[in-house]
């Protein structure tokens, strides 16, 4: 696979309990919007998106994905994330998996052909 990593972006606490979990299965993990001390060290907490977003051939997004308009869900980030920032930034076929949205986000994403699967249609899709 070209892109090996699974990248979190924001989230909570089950983001953070399912990103160590998956590190722990041997996954390469990236966390973008997501810093906790709870956070495995196997987990590589990025500073700056843009360092590691190209990297991640899975995309997790939190559930809901906003809390209102395009404002990323990321109770653990210092300050308030605009989704839009990093949608533009998603490559091709990144599968980009996804809670909740607003409507804003998914029309921001459609505008930026970001193919959004959700949670609930990614059931049985077998992970990379």
């Known amino acids: 696979?070209?892109?090996?990593?699974?990248?979190?972006?924001?989230?909570?606490?089950p983001q953070v309990e399912l990103a160590n979990r998956l590190a722990e299965?041997?996954?390469r993990v990236r966390a973008m919007f997501l810093k906790s001390p709870e956070l495995s060290p196997q987990v590589h907490i990025s500073e700056d998106f843009r360092d590691d977003l190209w990297l991640?051939?899975?995309?997790?997004?939190?559930d809901p994905v906003c809390l209102r308009g395009?404002?990323?869900n990321a109770p653990f980030w210092?300050?308030?994330v605009d989704a839009g920032q990093f949608l533009g930034s998603i490559g091709?076929?990144?599968?980009?998996?996804?809670?909740?949205?607003?409507?804003?986000?998914?029309?921001?994403?459609a505008a930026r052909e970001v193919a959004v699967?959700?949670?609930s249609a990614a059931r049985n899709l077998p992970l990379p």
Not at 56 to 62: R, V, Y
């Open 1 to 13: 696979m070209k892109n090996p990593y699974i990248g979190f972006l924001g989230g909570g606490r």
């Open 25 to 27: 299965e041997g996954f």
């Open 56 to 62: 991640c051939g899975t995309l997790i997004l939190p």
């Open 70 to 72: 395009l404002e990323l």
């Open 78 to 80: 210092p300050a308030p």
């Open 92 to 109: 091709k076929g990144v599968l980009l998996l996804a809670g909740e949205m607003t409507p804003e986000f998914r029309a921001a994403a």
């Open 117 to 119: 699967t959700s949670f």
